[in-house]
């Protein structure tokens, strides 16, 4: 169809180019693998090239059977067409666990690599830990530096083209970066016009980090959210001025913060829909002023994985006093 060219990429610190925009796979409930693969096809179809998944979402089988079928229907040429970027879960949080995770990872894919392989969250639990009602027993401590090394070694194996984090605050990149012999290519964290990250999102510019938006439409209708982004006045008011869907002025604004959104619509004119803000239009410094001006609160607190007696006994020791 010819869409794929609108999409701009970034080169990344690895070297290696991203697409500027990404589908996300995760879902509660998940829909069943016929209904998923057609879903990412007909994302590909209008021009996706960036997929987001991780071990924890169950979304990773259905992804590599969609990239399978998308290469024999020759709506792709092949693989290296896409950009595929899966997560390593707090179970597997430990050095020794990382490497056979990401095999498992890339046998449900059907891959040889992923392109991006990201530490899901700073936070280690026991193998075999389900759910979020967790008891003091389920944390271990977790081994950034152990942990960091194992994923240097996904990526010089070439298992993972490049590698990153994902819901890292300001502290805790830069205790990885004392470390780092390979720096993350990437950090991908709750982002929305209701929370800006102002302090964080400079912060990885300065280091080189490109930050990628979960939720960059505040996830309402997950089982946690908010509607601070879709119900916004100013984001009603500038979406009526401009002709636009409130949808494409918050992900606009996303993408003029120099960030890169995973947006996670199932539905196709939607896709399409959110594809459109790369197009050739912008928001006035006057808008931009108004965004900013929204009242900001965390979406995702994450209170599961803090407690008293466990490695988080604080918010702020979680998200590292972000505001």
């Known amino acids: 169809m010819g869409k794929e060219q609108i999409i701009p990429q970034v080169v990344l610190s690895s070297g290696h180019k991203m697409p500027l925009i990404g589908l996300g796979s995760g879902a509660v409930p998940l829909p069943p693998p016929e209904i998923l693969i057609p879903i990412f096809l007909d994302a590909v179809e209008v021009g996706y090239r960036h997929f987001d998944t991780a071990s924890f979402y169950g979304s990773e089988e259905a992804l590599g059977g969609a990239v399978k079928e998308a290469i024999e229907r020759g709506l792709i040429k092949g693989r290296e067409e896409l950009f595929i970027t899966s997560k390593l879960w707090c179970t597997e949080n430990q050095p020794g666990l990382v490497l056979p995770s990401l095999k498992n990872t890339l046998k449900r894919l059907g891959l040889e690599y992923v392109d991006l392989y990201l530490v899901h969250w700073p936070v280690a639990l026991r193998q075999g830990v389900v759910g979020f009602n967790l008891t003091k027993d389920d944390f271990l401590p977790f081994d ?30 830069s205790e990885l970066l004392e470390h780092a012999t390979i720096p993350p290519a990437v950090n991908q964290v709750e982002m929305h016009v209701a929370w800006q990250q102002k302090k964080l999102v400079g912060f990885c510019k300065e280091k080189g980090i490109l930050v990628c938006a979960w939720s960059p439409l505040g996830a309402n209708g997950a089982c946690w959210g908010t509607l601070a982004v879709m119900d916004s006045p100013v984001l009603k008011e500038i979406a009526a001025a401009k002709g636009k869907s409130v949808a494409q002025i918050a992900l606009r604004w996303i993408y003029e ?56 006994k604080s918010l702020e020791e979680l998200w590292d006093n972000d505001p």
Request: aromatic letters at 8%; hydrophobic letters at 35%; a positive charge.
């Open 144 to 173: 950034m530096k152990g942990t960091w090394e194992a994923m240097e070694e996904c990526s010089k194996l070439g298992l993972a083209k490049s590698i990153g984090v994902s819901n890292f605050g300001t502290k805790k990149l």
């Open 257 to 312: 913060q120099g960030v890169c959104p995973i947006v996670k619509s199932f539905n196709k004119d939607r896709m399409m829909q959110n594809l459109q803000v790369l197009n050739d239009w912008e928001l006035s410094k006057e808008e931009l002023h108004k965004i900013e001006q929204i009242p900001q609160f965390r979406g995702q607190k994450a209170e599961c994985f803090v407690r008293e007696d466990g490695p988080y």
